[in-house]
T-cell receptor, first 114, second 115 residues
Framework: EAQVTQNPRYLITVTGKKLTVTCSQN?????MSWYRQDPGLGLRQIYY???????DKGDVPEGYKVSRKEKRNFPLILESPSPNQTSLYFC?????????????FGPGTRLLVL | AQKITQTQPGMFVQEKEAVTLDCTYD???????LFWYKQPSSGEMIFLIY??????QNATEGRYSLNFQKARKSANLVISASQLGDSAMYFC????????????FGTGTQLKVEL
């Protein structure tokens, strides 16, 4: 089954404790992105990757890091989480960047930073 | 920069009725794509329908159709014969140039289908 998986699905942590949210896709997609969803703001892109070892900032990259060492994986790293990073996080992938290229989203990771 | 505006924070519709969810957009790109996603209470994002800016006909997918009015920069989602399972948050999004296939989302419309 074609899918994007994320782990963990739920995470409660404390300020300053480094964490990683994993994302994996089994569709051999070139493009992958991370979004965060906050009430009243919709989804906003954090980082994206166009291929292995090619990543770039989205609209809200502060406080986050990513890496793309393998095509299927695109982990999101919070080196020193803060309460304003409490949010619902989505990983997404797509085959390309053409206009009609559908993005497939993972199930989401709910993060609470105390 | 691109922007999506969804002016209806919440809507109610009776089962089996049709409902229209509004979406207006702003972009300077000559070519763009518009998407609608559904987010049920479980949280996942489900792709519903896509409309390309140069598509001649309005997109349809089962009970979903997109009322695309390019001159008005609107891309309203029409759900026909609403079902209880349609209760969810609905997001309109636009895809344009740059940003690694970035989608710019609106703030969403919460739809509640009632008996």
């Amino acid at each position: 089954e074609a899918q994007v998986t994320q782990n963990p699905r739920y995470l409660i942590t404390v300020t300053g404790k480094k964490l990683t949210v994993t994302c994996s896709q089994n569709m051999n997609h070139e493009y992958m992105s991370w979004y965060r969803q906050d009430p009243g703001l919709g989804l906003r892109q954090i980082y994206y990757s166009m291929n292995v070892e090619v990543t770039d900032k989205g609209d809200v990259p502060e406080g986050y890091k990513v890496s793309r060492k393998e095509k299927r994986n695109f982990p999101l790293i919070l080196e020193s989480p803060s309460p304003n990073q409490t949010s619902l996080y989505f990983c997404a992938s797509s085959a390309g960047a053409a206009r009609g290229e559908t993005q497939y989203f993972g199930p989401g990771t709910r993060l609470l930073v105390l | 920069a691109q922007k999506i505006t969804q002016t209806q924070p919440g809507m109610f519709v009776q089962e089996k009725e049709a409902v229209t969810l509004d979406c207006t957009y702003d972009t300077s790109d000559p070519s763009y794509g518009l998407f609608w996603y559904k987010q049920p209470s479980s949280g996942e994002m489900i792709f519903l329908i896509y409309q390309g800016s140069y598509d001649q006909q309005n997109a349809t997918e089962g009970r979903y159709s997109l009322n695309f009015q390019k001159a008005r920069k609107s891309a309203n989602l029409v759900i026909s014969a609403s079902q209880l399972g349609d209760s969810a948050m609905y997001f309109c999004a636009i895809h344009g140039t740059g940003g690694g296939n970035k989608l710019t989302f609106g703030t969403g419309t919460q739809l509640k289908v009632e008996l």
